[in-house]
């Protein structure tokens, strides 16, 4: 049985929010405050994903797979939720810091996480409504004038802001892996679909591939 990857990522993006309240239910956690900031960040990004798919549903995610590699799928996203478990058991694998409780290291966390958002979910629309509206064309504008994969910036950004909360290494080595073996590939694979347009090459030297003067 053939499924689209979509209904394995939105499915587990939208009961996220939900196993967050879970862990924090569980391990009776309702007055931390890290916890409830986890959940509000973390919640709200798996919430708006799934309006997100809805409203203007990303073309990558619609390809079909096996029950298998849904599977494969869900296991994967579900390493993203070690961060809740560290923070709402009070577990520590390798820990950066026992102070917890730094409220400027909270406001960067939910600022950066703002930002992701922005980049995130701006940049997806305008691929969209430009996909829609000129297709066949190369996007090159907007969001996409100076970062070839400005989507892929804010999910850094969304990804980092929740992770660093868990106040320990292994749910960024966790990203690191998703940003290596995942979303590098992807972006790879963007560039040589994008080659058959004869104007591709001027645009990849005026542009980085997702980190502003970086990569």
Not at 129 to 148: A, V
Not at 171 to 194: E, G, H, Q, R, Y
Request: charged share 15%; proline share 4%; net charge positive.
């Amino acid at each position: 049985m053939n499924l689209k990857q979509k209904y394995f990522i939105d499915s587990h993006k939208g009961i996220t929010p939900v196993f967050i309240l879970f862990l924090i239910y569980f391990y009776d956690c309702f007055d931390s405050i890290n916890a409830m900031i986890y959940l509000a960040l973390h919640g709200s990004y798996g919430i708006l994903w799934v309006a997100k798919s809805y409203i203007y549903p990303d073309r990558q995610w619609e390809k079909k797979c096996s029950l298998a590699y849904g599977f494969l799928i869900w296991a994967s996203l579900s390493l993203y939720w070690i961060a809740p478990f560290l923070i709402t058991s009070g577990n520590k694998l390798m820990p950066l810091t026992n102070d917890m409780s730094n409220y400027i290291f909270h406001s960067f966390c939910v600022s950066i996480y703002i930002f992701g958002i922005f980049l995130h979910f701006v940049s997806d629309m305008q691929k969209y409504i430009q996909l829609k509206i000129k297709p066949g064309k190369l996007i090159d504008n907007f969001m996409f004038s100076k970062i070839r994969n400005t989507n892929y910036l804010g999910e850094l950004f969304i990804y980092l802001g929740f992770s660093l909360l868990a106040f320990d290494f292994v749910p960024l080595i966790i990203l690191l892996a998703f940003v290596i073996f995942l979303w590098i590939p992807n972006m790879i694979k963007k560039d040589k679909s994008l080659s058959k347009y004869s104007e591709f090459q001027n645009y990849k030297s005026k542009t980085k591939n997702f980190f502003p003067f970086i990569y």
